[in-house]
């Protein structure tokens, strides 16, 4: 990586992360990337307890004097986001990567090339993401889904972003606490407002990380944040940001079949409990061959999908049910107009590192 960059494509790189070993490749492919080198490198220390070991060690020497350690205060990535690029300086564009990619050996090159063919109203320019897959078998349910982030539109794994841009739109909103649809929310908000967002050139790995059994379980948090997502730009934001729909409403329906076989039976109905109970082992079958039949159909995968298969529907259930509460009253998103003033937000205290 040279020097920095020209003024005009300045840029700075913020990175959040909760200290995954993943964090010290990503860092050391940005300072080994052909071109112009960031202004500066913030690190948002977003751990629930960053009193762990120092992230510092994962800095490659190169990247030191323009590197930022700034707290995150563990409020998820939209924050830590919004904390890294207020952090950043007076730069024209913020580049932000997540900690478990890695960016191509001419990153830097082509990013110069994205931000010098950026029009005045671009106010994003998103890379090129590849998942590697194995190349000598079908890929699991968690490596497909990986995958989808090939195709994702505006996903800030790697997304520049004009500051001006970032300004005022206020950032990201911070109530999207996971890292789901904080970017697709960023994006249509800046859309509304009349700016254009465009595909680069630059391309970024973004390698599949290790899960356990029950990470698709866990992932049906995120139906609350899509509840989130239609108070703020109603029913067809899905269309509007590329999204895919996914099965919710075949979550709901699995969901509420079983519930009624159980009510049923406790209620003295045989056989309306076994006519729910086979519509509720339907929909489960269906659901996890659907899953199985792409994959590697190992005894592994076999059973995890099945297990898997089971409990999503009430997962997604609960969270969507959880999100219709606790979002009740977000009133619909309003384009910002000019004029309109950003929220105050206090600095962030940050340690910079030596030489």
């Not at 990586?1 to 790189?13: K, L, N, R």
């Not at 700016?195 to 139906?223: K, M």
């Amino acid at each position: 990586m040279t020097g920095p960059a020209a003024p005009g494509g300045a840029y700075a790189v913020v990175v959040p992360t909760l200290g995954r070993p993943s964090l010290g490749p990503c860092l050391l492919a940005l300072s080994e990337a052909d071109g112009p080198g960031p202004e500066r490198v913030v690190v948002v220390d977003d751990r629930p307890d960053p009193a762990g070991a120092p992230l510092t060690a994962a800095v490659p020497p190169s990247l030191r004097t323009r590197t930022l350690v700034v707290p995150g205060g563990a409020r998820g990535p939209a924050a830590a986001r919004n904390t890294g690029w207020r952090a950043a300086g007076d730069v024209p564009w913020i580049v932000f990567l997540d900690d478990d990619v890695v960016p191509g050996p001419t990153w830097a090159d082509d990013l110069a090339l994205d931000l010098a063919g950026a029009g005045v109203v671009t106010a994003g320019v998103t890379a090129r993401i590849e998942v590697p897959l194995p190349p000598d078998r079908r890929p699991t349910d968690w490596e497909r889904g990986t995958a989808g982030l090939a195709t994702a539109r505006w996903i800030t794994a790697d997304m520049a972003y004009r500051r001006r841009a970032l300004e005022a739109a206020g950032g990201f909103d911070e109530r999207f606490r996971r890292a789901f649809r904080e970017d697709a929310d960023l994006a249509l908000r800046l859309l509304d407002a009349g700016w254009t967002l465009s595909g680069g050139r630059r391309t970024t790995a973004h390698p599949v990380r290790p899960a356990g059994r029950w990470a698709s379980v866990r992932l049906q948090a995120g139906n609350a944040d899509d509840v989130l997502m239609t108070r703020l730009h109603g029913r067809g934001w899905w269309r509007r940001a590329e999204a895919p729909r996914g099965r919710l409403p075949g979550h709901l329906a699995v969901t509420a079949a079983g519930l009624a076989a159980v009510g049923c039976a406790l209620s003295g109905r045989p056989g309306a409990a076994a006519a729910c109970a086979a519509g509720w082992l339907a929909g489960t079958a269906e659901f996890a061959l659907a899953r199985i039949l792409p994959g590697p159909r190992t005894p592994d995968e076999i059973l995890t999908m099945v297990l898997t298969s089971t409990l999503i529907p009430p997962a997604a259930t609960w969270h969507w049910l959880r999100g219709q509460l606790v979002h009740r009253g977000a009133p619909p998103h309003r384009p910002r107009r000019p004029g309109d003033t950003a929220p105050a937000h206090p600095p962030a205290l940050g340690e910079r590192l030596g030489s």
